[in-house]
């Protein structure tokens, strides 16, 4: 039986509150993330605009001219794509269509870990959203996150607020994957006929159970091709972000509930495990599929594992409904987790 907690024991402790230049600081990178993924929902793989000429590159002159050029030919790219955002409003609204789909995932899934600190007492920043040049981070950022800044008063807090993220996110990319299912069943004829290496070259997309589960109710055949689908990969980039951030390790999502639910022995070799399975699919993915997508997950859990989990304040076990809580965040876990998600042809 844990000590009597003077910091939480069933009450809430006022959470710091942000200011106006806070506001402004976390909007601003809110806005920069939004022109960077508006870009990157133009651009291949997630939608139609090539990344570069097709030149040939046959010898080590021709490589060293294609790189020596890249810098350059990089930037007229990125011009060329905010001009025609400008100028094209079809360009304008796919792309907008993925970067507001994706950003809706990511700031549900970043509130819902707000919100629960908020309801704990619990000092967190709002969430920092991360924009990157398209290319670097694909999908022109990577990702976002809240910092907490005070101790988690108990397990059932730990537990909370961990899953609270994965849970707000998976609700809200449903309606996104629909919307995504609609596109695909009711896309003009033309469009549905063109092939689907037109928007993402030389790659495949694994289909996550909840896309097949969709698919299946609405009556969308996956296979038939699609030139772009922005809500399609707006929604597969969040179930993606969901199932890592469900990978039972260090201070992930999933680390935070299997500590709370089963402590910190468990949480121990439950990151060392999911490195080793990680690891063992990222080298079977590149052998099998010439994919090495799976060795930057391999290398953030080899990171992770090596971060200790700050011990609640409150070490009492969680409560029955949490526990069985902990099941659904594992479906949720199932029906957003593939083992090879890119595929490269």
């Not at 063992?280 to 090596?306: E, K, Q």
Request: with cysteine; aromatic share 12%; charged share 10%.
């Amino acid at each position: 039986m844990s000590a009597p907690n003077l910091y939480f024991n069933d009450r809430r402790r006022q959470a710091m509150r942000p200011t106006l230049a806070t506001w402004l600081r976390h909007t601003l990178l809110l806005l920069l993330t939004l022109l960077t993924a508006t870009v990157a929902g133009v651009l291949q793989p997630f939608g139609t605009k090539p990344l570069f000429p097709d030149v040939p590159v046959e010898t080590w002159t021709d490589a060293f001219n294609f790189f020596a050029a890249l810098p350059w030919n990089y930037l007229l790219l990125v011009v060329e794509t905010v001009r025609e955002l400008f100028t094209n409003p079809e360009t304008l609204k796919n792309g907008l269509s993925f970067a507001v789909s994706l950003l809706f995932i990511l700031t549900a899934h970043e509130t819902g870990h707000y919100v629960a600190c908020r309801i704990y007492g619990v000092d967190a920043t709002l969430p920092f959203f991360i924009p990157t040049p398209p290319m670097i981070g694909p999908a022109g950022t990577l990702g976002a996150f809240i910092k907490i800044l005070s101790p988690m008063p108990s397990r059932r807090a730990t537990f909370d607020i961990g899953v609270a993220g994965p849970i707000a996110g998976f609700l809200a990319l449903i309606p996104v994957a629909l919307l995504a299912m609609a596109t695909w069943k009711y896309a003009p004829p033309v469009v549905a006929a063109m092939t689907a290496d037109a928007a993402s070259p030389g790659f495949t997309f694994s289909d996550p159970l909840t896309m097949r589960l969709l698919a299946w109710v609405t009556g969308v055949d996956l296979s038939v091709p699609m030139q772009s689908n922005p809500f399609y990969f707006a929604a597969w980039l969040g179930l993606l972000v969901t199932a890592l951030n469900l990978i039972p390790s260090g201070q992930l999502d999933g680390g935070h509930a299997i500590y709370a639910v089963f402590g910190e022995r468990i949480h121990f070799w439950t990151g060392r495990i999911a490195f080793v399975v990680m690891a063992t699919l990222s080298i079977a993915g590149f052998y099998f599929y010439n994919s090495p997508s799976g060795l930057l997950f391999a290398i953030l859990l080899g990171v992770m594992m090596r971060i200790r989990h700050p011990a609640p304040l409150d070490d009492a076990p969680l409560d029955g409904k949490r526990k069985a809580a902990a099941a659904l965040v594992l479906l949720i876990f199932i029906l957003c987790f593939v083992p090879f998600p890119i595929q490269i042809r």
